[in-house]
């Protein structure tokens, strides 16, 4: 998984400049607990963290860039492809007989569909959610889509 070599790009960054993790999160005025949990896989990055530490360890955008190819392969195995697909694509057209599209589902809508079944588990439901929610931005892209077309049953609607 790419959030693993991240991890140990942000590290080996750290130790080259010789920075402690309590002084990275003051450079970066970010809490120490949260660059450890970052560290040891229990919280994930966020690409505003990648870029402040890029900036003050000297990498070059390594570790934006790194963390900008790990998010590329976040969700299931199965939506990889599909998803470099989707944000390439000049325009979008769904169909769905029984459910609001992803791309228009609210947090909510879309957490009760996630988790329908008891299936996933608590994390794994709040990572999925996370990269619909993420996933909405294609629409409002710049460039813009040249075409949005969602066409739902009323059943969804319902």
């Known amino acids: 998984m790419k959030f693993e070599m991240w991890i ?3 590290k080996a960054a750290r130790a080259a400049a010789n ?3 309590e002084g990275l999160a003051a450079m970066i005025k970010w809490s120490p607990s949260l660059i450890a949990a970052i560290e040891t896989g229990r919280r994930r990055p966020t690409m505003e963290l990648a870029v402040a530490a890029d900036d003050v360890l000297g990498t ?4 934006a860039e790194l963390l900008k190819e790990a998010d590329q ?7 990889v492809a599909w998803r470099g697909y989707e944000q390439q694509s000049t325009r979008l ?6 459910l609001v599209p992803g791309l228009l589902q609210t947090e909510e809508y ?8 008891g299936l996933q588990q608590a994390a794994a439901v709040d990572e999925l959610v996370a990269i619909r ?3 909405q931005r294609l629409v409002y892209r710049d ?3 040249s075409q949005v077309v969602f066409l739902m049953d009323e059943m969804a609607i319902r």
């Open 8 to 10: 140990r790009a942000l």
């Open 19 to 21: 920075v402690s993790q």
């Open 60 to 63: 070059g955008g390594l570790l």
């Open 73 to 79: 392969e976040r969700g299931p195995s199965w939506f």
């Open 93 to 98: 057209r769904a169909f769905e007989p029984c």
């Open 110 to 117: 879309a957490r009760a569909v996630i988790s329908a079944g």
């Open 133 to 135: 929610m993420e996933r």
């Open 143 to 145: 460039p813009p889509l």
